[in-house]
């Protein structure tokens, strides 16, 4: 890819406000082309940092998140009141906003109401005020894809009925939406259905293909499965448990 001044700004505003690691060296092992890129054309990859309206030395001390700090966050504000709801949260620059993009990432929680699921809140009281938008409408649509989730018009009916009817009001078929979304509808309906056994016979031929059964080799190789079974078992970790196989990390072999 070529990067020009402008790609690297808002690429770096995007990784900003998904909660993305922005020290040099955090980003550089992920994306070491778009540091070097900011670098060459900004004269530094702070310069760059700067140029895209991103607090420097906020990006050097902010914390690490974890699943605990974002739950304990969402705690807070629902205590004070705060509205709670997707649309509304993005629009903040305190830390609950920062937390809610931040709950995104797949090591966290995937999707913001998981979040607010784990932390006591329920998620279907506060998807009744989301103010829906096409943007959030695809945004959510596609998130809901890479999580694995399942996703045709019926079942999105069933799992979040204001989502699919949002979907249906702004756009002209449930189709529509799809493709705003980046998605082939065609390829949705042909799109494997998940239940425990399929997940647990798809993880047990992996086991016999000889390579690593590791999260981060499924997650990455395989993200309909990573995603359904964390759905469907809790963890990744649960689903290969239930199918048998026995793994030990790397780091748990050197000892």
Known sequence: ????????????????????????????????????????????????????GIDYAAVLRRPRWTRKNIIAIIKSARRRGDNLNWSAVIKRRDELGKAAFASLQKRL???????LQAAGVNGDDVALYRRW?????????????????EMSSGALQSDDPGLHAAALRHFSSFDAALRAARLDPE??????????????????????????????????????????????????????????????????RKV
């Open 1 to 52: 890819m070529v990067w020009t001044k402008s790609g690297i700004l808002k690429e770096l505003a995007r990784l900003h406000q998904s909660g993305k690691e922005m020290s040099y060296n955090r980003l550089a092992k992920s994306r070491q082309s778009l540091v070097s890129a900011a670098a060459y054309h900004f004269g530094s990859y702070r310069r760059a940092v700067q140029q895209a």
């Open 187 to 252: 390829k949705i309906r042909r799109r494997k259905i998940w239940d425990k056994s399929s997940v647990i016979r798809a993880i047990k031929s992996e086991a016999r293909s000889g390579q690593s059964m590791s999260d981060t080799r499924i997650r990455r190789q395989h993200p309909a499965l990573y995603g359904a079974a964390v759905r469907l078992f809790g963890s990744y970790t649960a689903a290969r448990s239930a199918a048998g196989i026995k793994f030990k990390s790397r780091r748990a």
């Open 133 to 149: 938008d096409r943007n959030t409408i695809a945004f959510d649509l596609r998130q809901r894809f890479q999580d694995g989730e």
């Open 109 to 115: 929680f995937g999707q913001w109401v998981r979040a």
